[in-house]
């Protein structure tokens, strides 16, 4: 999911809505905006990409409210039903709360079934929905102390914007597996997944907000602080393989620039030679132009994208996907005849994209199609909010590189190896990377033992 908060400027609204435009590779199932006058707080949301999602009369009712908070939606395990988009909004008489949360929380069913043996009702299936419950409950000598006590009962990941009439709270978990980040616009305190979101509004990108960190914005400023003193950083490695948007930075070292330096690591891993290297569009290109540059491989764009397509992996259903992939993705045949042609992706997941890239390179007249994969096999399902999916749907899951090279139809099958990946990492300043799905070395025990539902 994507997150986007504004706190005290005389645009929020439209300024929310701008950033969340820029963030909507982040989830595309649905989008809200949740907004304060001062006394109270409104919402609008709604399914599917942003500009179906909220209409002009709802954007509207929100303008000239200077503080505002807004969502979009990836599901991974609830269904999209409206009723799970985000940002929550909630009232009660002691005031309204507006919740929006990226990550997952891996024992909110537990604290969910207990909370409902007390008698409490949820209105969905989010695990989200635990953060409201457990703050009206919570006992503190003010609104912080109160936030800290549940943030402490929480597991997992969460990157949450907790807003009130007066005031946002910014938390981030104690492993920092979603990115959040912290800006400034004119006089205006931002918050946002990804710095796209702030080039997208004109704001100034501040820094990445640290493991256990918890910011509270209101009208009198702003204030630091720490909600754990634990701290065991553990960034998504696929924020940096896949997710994230290329010009998007993680402390002021471009995602763009981590992908090539990973496709360079990869020409080092891989013995192949051939006539010219090609990139799968877009999140791909990086990484390949670091392999051509680093093997002295010329590239081509030898695959062109249909823009009008959304995101494959976010479609719903293998058959969805495997159309969509079609639609999406097309080989210039001028450019492959009867060239011997290294494909760089960027992960192979369920192998949708590169069974049919291989069988569609052959069809346009390569001679030879190997793939290089600018990540380590992907092999275990992710618990923190990645639709990585089930062991079963996860080509690599129990087959060897010879397999998995096999069933998509490549000459040779080359991935990244998770040194070098971790490697590349740190030389970005990373303090620390989950690899779980490469590894099986989960850094946060999946307490619920909830898998990701088949789709
Ligand atoms: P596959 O087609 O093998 O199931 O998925 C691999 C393709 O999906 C790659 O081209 C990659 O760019 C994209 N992808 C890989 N990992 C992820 C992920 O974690 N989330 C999403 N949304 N897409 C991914
Ligand atoms: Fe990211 Fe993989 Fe860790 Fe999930 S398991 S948080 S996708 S690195
Ligand atoms: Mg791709």
Same mark, same amino acid.
């Given at each position: 999911?994507?997150?986007?908060?504004?706190?005290?400027?005389?645009?929020?609204?439209?300024?929310?809505?701008?950033?969340?435009?820029?963030?909507?590779?982040?989830?595309?199932?649905?989008?809200?905006?949740?907004?304060?006058?001062?006394?109270?707080? /409104?919402?609008?949301?709604?399914?599917?990409?942003?500009?179906? $999602?909220?209409?002009?009369?709802?954007?509207?009712?929100?303008?000239?409210?200077?503080?505002?908070?807004?969502?979009?939606?990836?599901?991974?395990?609830?269904?999209?039903?409206?009723?799970?988009?985000?940002?929550?909004?909630?009232?009660?008489?002691?005031?309204?709360?507006?919740? $929006?949360?990226?990550?997952?929380?891996?024992?909110?069913?537990?604290? @969910?079934?207990?909370?409902?043996?007390?008698?409490?009702? /949820?209105?969905?299936?989010?695990?989200?929905?635990?953060?409201?419950?457990?703050?009206?409950?919570?006992?503190?000598?003010?609104?912080? $102390?109160?936030?800290?006590?549940?943030?402490?009962?929480?597991?997992?990941? /969460?990157?949450?914007?907790?807003?009130?009439?007066?005031?946002?709270?910014?938390?981030?978990?104690?492993?920092?597996? @979603?990115?959040?980040?912290?800006?400034?616009?004119?006089?205006?305190?931002?918050?946002?997944?990804?710095?796209? $979101?702030?080039?997208?509004?004109?704001?100034?990108?501040?820094?990445?907000?640290?493991?256990?960190?918890?910011?509270?914005?209101?009208?009198?400023?702003?204030?630091?602080?720490?909600?754990?003193?634990?701290?065991?950083?553990?960034?998504?490695?696929?924020?940096?393989?896949?997710?994230? @948007?290329?010009?998007?930075?993680?402390?002021?070292?471009?995602?763009?620039?981590?992908?090539?330096?990973?496709?360079?690591?990869?020409?080092?891993?891989?013995?192949?030679?051939?006539?010219?290297?090609?990139?799968?569009?877009?999140?791909?290109?990086?990484?390949?132009?670091?392999?051509?540059?680093?093997?002295?491989?010329?590239?081509?764009?030898?695959?062109?994208?249909?823009?009008?397509?959304?995101?494959?992996?976010?479609?719903?259903?293998?058959?969805?996907?495997?159309?969509?992939?079609?639609?999406?993705?097309?080989?210039?045949?001028?450019?492959?005849?009867?060239?011997?042609?290294?494909?760089?992706?960027?992960?192979?997941?369920?192998?949708?994209?590169?069974?049919?890239?291989?069988?569609?390179?052959?069809?346009?007249?390569? @001679?030879?199609?190997?793939?290089?994969?600018?990540?380590?096999?992907?092999?275990?399902?992710?618990?923190?909010?990645?639709?990585?999916?089930?062991?079963?749907?996860?080509?690599?899951?129990?087959?060897?590189?010879?397999?998995?090279?096999?069933?998509?139809?490549?000459?040779?099958?080359?991935?990244?190896?998770?040194?070098?990946?971790?490697?590349?990492?740190?030389?970005?300043?990373?303090?620390?990377?989950?690899?779980?799905?490469?590894?099986?070395?989960?850094?946060?025990?999946?307490?619920?033992?909830?898998?990701?539902?088949?789709?």
């Amino acid at each position: 999911c994507g997150l986007f908060g504004i706190w005290g400027h005389k645009e929020a609204t439209e300024l929310t809505y701008l950033a969340l435009h820029s963030l909507q590779h982040r989830g595309q199932e649905g989008a809200g905006i949740v907004a304060s006058n001062g006394e109270y707080l /409104f919402g609008a949301r709604g399914m599917g990409l942003l500009n179906e $999602a909220l209409s002009k009369e709802q954007l509207e009712s929100l303008k000239e409210f200077p503080k505002s908070i807004g969502h979009v939606r990836y599901a991974t395990r609830d269904s999209s039903a409206l009723s799970n988009v985000q940002p929550f909004l909630f009232k009660s008489h002691i005031g309204d709360l507006g919740l $929006a949360h990226n990550g997952n929380i891996v024992n909110a069913l537990h604290i @969910r079934r207990a909370l409902e043996d007390e008698g409490a009702i /949820f209105q969905t299936t989010s695990d989200s929905e635990v953060f409201a419950h457990l703050l009206r409950r919570a006992k503190g000598k003010d609104r912080k $102390a109160r936030i800290k006590k549940v943030l402490q009962q929480l597991k997992g990941a /969460f990157a949450f914007m907790i807003m009130s009439e007066n005031s946002l709270t910014i938390a981030l978990d104690d492993h920092g597996v @979603r990115p959040l980040m912290l800006g400034k616009k004119d006089d205006a305190y931002c918050v946002a997944s990804e710095t796209c $979101a702030f080039q997208a509004i004109g704001a100034d990108y501040i820094r990445d907000i640290e493991p256990g960190e918890l910011i509270t914005i209101t009208d009198d400023g702003i204030d630091f602080d720490k909600y754990t003193d634990y701290e065991n950083p553990n960034l998504c490695s696929m924020e940096y393989i896949y997710f994230a @948007r290329a010009d998007s930075e993680f402390r002021g070292n471009s995602t763009y620039r981590i992908r090539k330096a990973l496709g360079e690591e990869l020409a080092k891993e891989m013995p192949v030679t051939a006539d010219i290297v090609i990139g799968v569009p877009d999140s791909s290109l990086a990484a390949a132009k670091g392999f051509s540059d680093e093997s002295g491989i010329p590239s081509e764009q030898g695959l062109l994208k249909n823009r009008y397509v959304g995101r494959t992996f976010i479609a719903s259903g293998q058959e969805a996907r495997e159309r969509a992939v079609r639609m999406k993705l097309s080989p210039v045949r001028d450019i492959v005849e009867g060239k011997s042609v290294i494909v760089i992706d960027d992960s192979i997941v369920r192998g949708t994209t590169s069974k049919y890239i291989v069988r569609a390179l052959k069809e346009a007249g390569a @001679r030879e199609v190997h793939m290089g994969v600018s990540s380590p096999p992907l092999k275990h399902p992710c618990f923190y909010g990645i639709d990585v999916s089930t062991h079963a749907e996860i080509i690599a899951s129990n087959k060897s590189t010879e397999e998995v090279c096999e069933e998509i139809g490549a000459d040779s099958l080359t991935y990244l190896s998770v040194d070098r990946m971790h490697d590349v990492y740190r030389k970005f300043g990373s303090r620390g990377q989950c690899d779980a799905c490469f590894t099986g070395n989960y850094p946060i025990e999946n307490i619920d033992g909830l898998l990701p539902q088949e789709k």
